[in-house]
């Protein structure tokens, strides 16, 4: 008899030609890559350093393609946009100590959105790991503890032989819903030691599936299929999962109007009947979900900007599907079904009546209307026009990726993605400098279409030094400068707060000169030509900047009444 503990991956010949033959000249810096590889990666960002020099190293061994960036965290955002955009692990290669710490931030944000990150930093000499003071450049007492409340996971290796294990268990961490970032630390005399091991070739690391119990999907499809007054929201999650199609058919066949999160931008169509869009900071839609006598809430976790500033207050039954654990219930009791949207999405379909509602188009359409109604009162005509020509501007399948600026406020309500996957911001940790590194990942993950960065002059100052990489890499990538002179939302918050703001004003350089000086084109432009300059520039292949000079305004807020 055959047990399975008995049975064992036999290498085949030709791998055991590779292991007798490992080539001369290795280190474990080549033991890093040829796991990446073996994991299926084809593409790593980040910045070389000194006690990282053994993985850089080796990449010109490797068909690895480095993009290399000019700030840390700047490659982490980078690194982000490319795992949201392909839905693979996004390797982030760094060094110890201040590089390593600089990426804090973008990992945040990969982490708030669930985005597959896999960063490799190097460390100190094993001699110096343990948290004595021994004077090591760069030398932290635990380098690894100022990560572990950011990613998912954290793997520090201590020897050759545990790389190929350490980079496998992170990648399946960052890949298993929900995805995150993952972070794996390998001492510089670890990655510079010439290594005999065998050329890494037969790796799995196949991400578990987070199916739903069958118990919570039928009580959720009974609990649907009898509902009055059925209403969806649709989170991050639905995008993450690939459950776009799925959630269509559902919200079809029970009639349910849908809105979706900031982060769930284009999880359902714009103009579907059925949609309410994304007007969450609007007291309207906040109503019409409150009055939803069953809500299934779909990969969100109902946060601070999905609950309209956790004033919305559901009165019905709320049903939450989350493949996030730490967001299952924890702003709103529920009939949690731990899942992955997708799987969970399915389980539904195969259960759930049909539901009749001839009036459920007619009260999402009334809904939009007071939205609209109370959007026309405020006079912002000049806002609305930017961002419909953006919209006009900015090819239906091409991606965006949006910095924290008054314009993506206004486009995360106002602006239809047309699809999935599409539009993309920073409104998970809400740091700036997002938009145009990110850009240039999702650029380098897919050459065949042009990509949209839209940024503040506030947060475009974060990241001047990648318009170098965007064009050292001939990157398709048109950068949106809105300049309103300053940091324009906290500029009208502290406005609104204090009667007057405070250290908001920046003195900014001219951004058509900097591109240039860069050899990047560049052109000034106005709400009138915005349309046109930017189809222009996006026309063209490789980096551009457009630079608008206008000062926005935001609608008013509905959560302070």
Do not use: C
Request: proline letters at 6%; a negative charge; hydrophobic letters at 45%.
């Amino acid at each position: 008899m055959t047990h399975d503990h008995d049975l064992v991956l036999r290498p085949t010949p030709a791998q055991t030609e590779a292991a007798l033959n490992s080539p001369p000249g290795r280190n474990g810096g080549d033991l890093v890559v040829e796991t990446l590889a073996g994991l299926g990666a084809t593409t790593v960002f980040g910045l070389p350093g000194q006690h990282a020099l053994g993985m850089f190293d080796a990449l010109r061994r490797s068909d690895l393609t480095y993009v290399g960036l000019r700030v840390e965290n700047n490659a982490g955002f980078a690194a982000d946009a490319y795992g949201r955009i392909t839905g693979e692990a996004a390797p982030l290669l760094l060094s110890t100590g201040p590089g390593a710490l600089t990426s804090l931030a973008a990992l945040q944000e990969a982490a708030a959105a669930s985005a597959p990150v896999l960063a490799i930093s190097s460390q100190i000499p094993r001699a110096g790991l343990g948290g004595g003071r021994h004077g090591y450049l760069h030398e932290l007492p635990d380098q690894a503890a100022s990560f572990r409340g950011v990613v998912k996971s954290v793997h520090t290796v201590r020897a050759q032989s545990q790389i190929p294990s350490a980079i496998a268990a992170a990648w399946k961490s960052a890949l298993t819903v929900p995805h995150g970032p993952v972070w794996v630390e390998i001492p510089q005399d670890v990655l510079l030691d010439a290594t005999s091991l065998p050329v890494v070739t037969a790796l799995d690391a196949t991400p578990e599936e987070l199916v739903p119990r069958p118990e919570l999907t039928a009580v959720a499809a009974d609990l649907l299929s009898k509902a009055a007054r059925p209403a969806v929201v649709a989170g991050g999650g639905v995008v993450r999962a690939d459950a776009s199609g799925k959630l269509l058919a559902l919200a079809e066949r029970l009639n349910a109007p849908v809105v979706t999160t900031f982060g769930g931008k284009g999880a359902f169509p714009w103009e579907h009947p059925l949609s309410l869009q994304s007007w969450l900071e609007d007291r309207h839609t906040t109503d019409f979900l409150e009055d939803a006598d069953v809500l299934l809430v779909v990969g969100s976790g109902l946060g601070e900007l999905s609950s309209n500033y956790h004033t919305f207050k559901p009165r019905g039954r709320v049903i939450q599907i989350e493949a996030d654990l730490g967001k299952l219930e924890s702003n709103h009791p529920a009939l949690g079904i731990h899942a992955d949207a997708r799987l969970a999405l399915q389980a539904l379909l195969e259960t759930v009546d049909e539901r009749v509602d001839d009036g459920a188009a007619d009260r999402v359409s009334e809904v939009l209307g007071k939205v609209r109604d109370r959007i026309a009162a405020q006079e912002l005509t000049l806002e609305q026009n930017v961002l419909a020509s953006v919209r006009r501007a900015l090819p239906a399948g091409s991606p965006s990726f949006w910095d924290m600026t008054i314009l993506a406020y206004w486009a995360w309500s106002a602006f239809d993605a047309k699809s999935p996957n599409t539009m993309h911001s920073a409104q998970g940790a809400g740091g700036l400098g997002y938009g145009f590194p990110a850009a240039l990942g999702a650029a380098a993950a897919d050459r065949t279409r042009p990509v949209l960065a839209v940024s503040g002059d506030g947060g475009a100052l974060y990241s001047i030094a990648e318009l170098a990489t965007a064009r050292q890499y001939d990157l398709n990538v048109t950068w949106l400068i809105v300049d309103d002179g300053g940091y324009g939302i906290l500029r009208e918050y502290m406005t609104d707060a204090f009667g007057q703001a405070t250290a908001t004003e920046l003195t900014r350089p001219d951004y058509v000169a900097l591109a240039e000086s860069f050899g990047v084109p560049g052109v000034r432009t106005t709400s009138e030509t915005l349309a046109a300059d930017l189809s222009n520039a996006l026309a063209e292949p490789g980096p551009s900047v457009v630079v608008l000079p206008a000062v926005l305004r935001m609608f008013a807020p509905t959560h302070l009444d």
